[in-house]
């Protein structure tokens, strides 16, 4: 591209041209697979063995399987009202700036973009690694070095391949959606025979030793919900979806009662086919279950579930690029963060300010220690966006909705967040969840100066200039 042909865009940052927008590419079936397709990813194969530990039996186990499911439920239809209400991009960052404030959307934004979203990404690309090698190393546990690099490399492959092409990326979710659906169909099977032929030591007295503290159920929860992480993936690409007031909630309700009928039948398989001390023992479950199961065909599933965390990775990436560009357009990130390509109208800028972040986040991470302090992060915020759902209903109530709950609904959702939050500082506290919740206040110490006073503004712009021309982007306008 010469500069003559870059000089439009830079005249677009000016505002003395149209803008872009992103396209509504994301039809019923796209939809369904961006939420199916993000929630079943890492999380059924790593989660299972951290669930029992914690709850401390297969019945206890599954009661909070099907209640992160319930949960899931009932917190994506709370969604699905807002996101007909507040028609934007964004999820809880647009739904918090519209009902509580740029202050607490800050702060929501600063630790979404420095660790919650880099740190699922961080998580489920580690989970991918972790089964891609496990074939190579059956005898021994794999380096972690190597680890990191595939999943660092893993990162990398998914942001290009959104960068690119939003269609091609949607394709790649809807494909790796269904081998995901074939692969626990195949555990499910297994189950099932294994059900047939007598195995059912693990379900007597199934709920003996259950764990009853606060602090364990909690963790439990934190642990099974990570699986169910994407159940609110469309709120955060409304503006990218074909009729979002129909399809929205229409989406959630065939893919998440789907993955949670999935997700309870494929941890019964798994206590068929193991004791529970060797499913608490296991560290990639499914290759155990495969080992056992499939016998000298137990490599298939480690294949499978390194596909199936790809493309959760895919969806991840694809919702996660989509709130850093959101927050950008409302002025609350670097207005580079709220371009698009001129070509590709793909929101390139924000995907690569997300890679980057989370390669950092990717070097000192454990899987575990992500899991919890994502889940913890996440539900607090949660609770605050269902909050401005309470308030829209009691407040504005002659606002236009294609699509309502009943009020209790959303009241029940913000209990059990308030639970979700606390539980794991009740009774057996950890200074790490203080560090964390410093880290998402610390967001006003930023807030003040930078975007208040807008401290700095000649630098940024000149940054702005030299990054749009060199990534070939220029401003996008919202798509309503």
């Known amino acids: 591209m010469t500069g003559e042909d870059k000089c439009p865009a830079v005249e677009v940052l000016d505002g003395t041209s149209p803008k872009l927008s992103l396209k509504r590419e994301v039809g019923l079936v796209g939809a369904v697979s961006l939420v199916a397709g993000t929630m079943i990813g890492s999380g059924i194969f790593m989660s299972p063995q951290f669930v029992l530990v914690n709850i401390g039996s297969p ?90 690099c595939v999943a660092a490399a893993g990162i990398v492959v998914t942001a290009i391949v959104n960068c690119l092409n939003v269609r091609f990326a949607m394709s790649m979710q809807v494909f ?37 503290g606060i602090n364990p159920i909690g963790i439990a929860f934190y642990q099974g919900l990570w699986s169910y992480d994407g159940w609110n993936n469309l709120n955060y690409v409304t503006e990218e979806l074909k009729r979002p007031e129909v399809n929205l909630p229409r989406a959630v309700m065939i893919a998440i009662p789907m993955v949670t009928m999935l997700y309870l039948l494929v941890n019964v398989s798994y206590l068929a086919a193991m004791t529970p001390r060797e499913l608490m023992l296991s560290s990639a479950v499914a290759v155990t279950w495969g080992n056992k199961v499939l016998g000298s065909w137990g490599w298939v599933m480690s294949i499978a579930a390194a596909l199936s965390a790809f493309g959760s990775l895919n969806g991840t990436f694809f919702s996660g690029g989509r709130v850093c560009f959101v927050a950008a357009r409302e002025g609350h990130m670097p207005d580079i963060l709220a371009m698009a390509h001129v070509n590709r109208l793909t929101p390139s800028p924000a995907l690569i300010f997300t890679t980057a972040i989370s390669l950092l986040v990717l070097i000192p991470g454990d899987f575990q220690s992500i899991v919890n302090f994502f889940s913890f992060t996440a539900w607090f915020f949660y609770t605050i966006t269902l909050s401005g759902l309470l308030y829209l209903k009691i407040k504005k109530p002659e606002l236009p909705r294609t699509y309502s709950v009943p009020i209790v609904i959303p009241i029940l959702v913000i209990m059990a967040a308030i639970f979700l939050v606390m539980a794991p500082i009740i009774d057996n506290p950890a200074i790490e969840y203080l560090y964390v ?34 990534l070939e982007v ?4 919202k798509n309503l």
């Open 59 to 148: 019945g206890g186990s599954l009661v909070v399987w099907a209640a992160c499911g319930l949960l899931a439920v009932l917190g994506s239809l709370c969604y699905a009202e807002l996101g007909t209400v507040i028609r934007e991009s964004g999820g809880e960052y647009i739904y918090i700036l519209r009902t509580s404030g740029p202050v607490l959307a800050f702060i929501l934004i600063f630790s979404s973009v420095i660790f919650v979203r880099p740190a699922s990404v961080a998580g489920i690309s580690l989970s991918f690694a972790e089964y891609a090698l496990a074939p190579f190393y059956q005898d021994c546990p794999c380096p972690q070095l190597l680890v990191k």
């Open 437 to 470: 919740t410093i880290f998402i206040f610390s967001g006003v110490l930023v807030y003040v100066p930078f975007i208040h006073y807008k401290l700095c503004p000649g630098l940024l712009e000149k940054v702005t200039v030299f990054l749009q021309l060199f």
């Open 474 to 477: 220029a401003p996008a306008d």
């Open 176 to 212: 790796f959606m269904v081998a995901k659906v074939l692969a626990l169909s195949v555990i499910i099977i297994g189950g099932v025979v294994l059900l047939v032929r007598g195995e059912t030591e693990s379900f007597e007295d199934s709920f003996n030793g259950t764990n009853l």
